[in-house]
């Protein structure tokens, strides 16, 4: 969960930066609805990505480990 939600401010960020160089930023309103829209299209992205890299905190992987 804690992953998650810094990987969506990140993305956040930069989505709104975007929209600020491309000059599409035209209210506030506007950019939280642009923004909403593609963290929900994103979401199974993000928590597929936050599960590998919360994982990744506990878990190592050893090749000359054996089972």
């Given at each position: 969960m804690?992953?998650?939600y810094?990987?969506?401010?990140g993305?956040s960020?930069?989505?709104?930066?975007?929209?600020?160089l491309?000059?599409?930023?035209?209210?506030?309103?506007?950019?939280?609805?642009?923004?909403?829209?593609?963290?929900v299209l994103?979401?199974p992205?993000?928590?597929?990505?936050?599960?590998?890299?919360?994982?990744?905190f506990?878990?190592k992987?050893?090749?000359?480990?054996?089972l």
């Amino acid at each position: 969960m804690y992953v998650s939600y810094g990987l969506g401010v990140g993305i956040s960020i930069v989505i709104f930066i975007a929209l600020l160089l491309l000059g599409l930023a035209q209210g506030i309103v506007l950019n939280f609805t642009v923004i909403t829209i593609i963290l929900v299209l994103l979401m199974p992205y993000i928590n597929a990505l936050s599960k590998v890299i919360w994982a990744s905190f506990f878990f190592k992987y050893d090749p000359n480990k054996e089972l």
